[in-house]
């Protein structure tokens, strides 16, 4: 005879097994993770608060988080030695897609030529995202220092003197090799003066210890439209619409003269590819919206807004062609 004592416990384990198998699948969707960002994302800017990069990240960031439920994007501030700082951290950060940098033109793709041992590589170490904004640049002088108000002039002017000084925001970066192709264009020879960051160098303008500076349009507007510093020409295609009345240098009968940098959110590479494909699609949304665009815009930058397979073509496109710019002037950072 069956001992039945034991029904109600084999009916309570029975019981508790089916419901654990019905909420198995339940826990294991529970332990997925949530759609990203489910958390503060922070972008890495290799320069100085009030610089180029460092005004495009805080505007990105700005419409990214607005685009992400108001959720945190943190831009962090990590300034020296051309950017190579904040490049060698970001290529070091977890591949999650809560780290990512603001990279610019220099550290993507000048310092492949300019270093013998970068402490990093620009295609190894990264996943191109989208390319931000591109920032022509414009030649500035101190009108109290310098008479001429075109490039014709300050070319003659300067014949007359013991050089051509034009300061840089750091060797290595497209200001800095941009004097070689202003002096290419003009037939001189630039004395390049290296400055750490861009008050140094905007100080030796204002003491007349250089004569010139190639600067971001984002930089150099607000201190033309303030009369500190008087604006010569530009070295876009086209002329900015943040300085509408300076022509291009091209314009003023230098036809082979025409250089600009770009900005653009990277990635540290392994970085899951639909993390990569999301953030690509909502940096060209923030940055194509009326009020996103305008914002660049006004700061002086051209917004392009791209996918991650186009930025990675420019990123490589213009190794070469910067890489060139390089070997010309035979400079080595190291």
């Known amino acids: 005879m069956m001992n039945t004592s034991f029904k109600p416990v084999r009916r309570a384990l029975l019981a508790a097994a089916v419901a654990a198998g019905l909420a198995a699948p339940w826990a294991g969707a529970q332990a997925q993770p949530a759609a990203y960002p489910n958390k503060p994302v922070r972008i890495i800017v290799g320069f100085p608060a009030g610089t180029g990069p460092d005004i495009v990240a805080r505007l990105l960031a700005q419409k990214l988080s607005e685009g992400w439920g108001n959720m945190g994007v943190i831009v962090d501030n990590k300034p020296g030695a051309g950017g190579l700082i904040a490049a060698s951290e970001a290529a070091r950060a977890a591949p999650d897609g809560y780290t990512l940098m603001l990279g610019e033109t220099g550290q993507l793709s000048i310092a492949p ?103 971001s349009v984002g930089l150099a507007a607000p201190n033309v439209k303030a009369g500190k510093l008087a604006a010569l020409g530009s070295t876009g295609a086209t002329r900015t619409n943040a300085l509408p009345d300076v022509p291009t240098i091209k314009e003023q009968g230098y036809a082979n003269l025409e250089f600009s940098s770009w900005f653009g959110i990277v990635a540290p590479a392994k970085t899951p590819p639909e993390i990569v494909a999301r953030l690509s699609a909502d940096i060209v949304k923030a940055v194509q919206s009326p009020e996103g665009k305008a914002k660049m815009e006004e700061a002086g930058f051209r917004v392009t807004g791209t996918g991650s397979p186009e930025f990675t073509r420019i990123i490589a496109a213009d190794t070469v062609t910067w890489g060139k710019a390089v070997a010309a002037t035979g400079f080595k950072a190291d």
């Not at 075109?150 to 970066?173: H, P, R, S, Y």
């Not at 400055?195 to 003491?207: E, P, R, V």
């Open 113 to 215: 030529s300019s270093y013998s041992k970068l402490p990093y590589s620009p295609q190894k170490d990264f996943v191109a995202v989208s390319q931000v904004v591109t920032s022509d640049f414009v030649l500035l002088v101190n009108p109290q220092k310098v008479p001429a108000r075109n490039v014709k002039d300050f070319v003659e002017w300067t014949k007359q003197q013991k050089g051509l000084f034009l300061a840089t925001f750091g060797a290595g970066t497209p200001g800095h090799f941009g004097a070689f192709m202003f002096g290419d264009a003009v037939q001189l020879k630039p004395e390049p003066v290296h400055y750490k960051n861009t008050a140094d160098a905007l100080g030796g303008l204002f003491s007349g210890d250089v004569q010139g500076v190639f600067a």
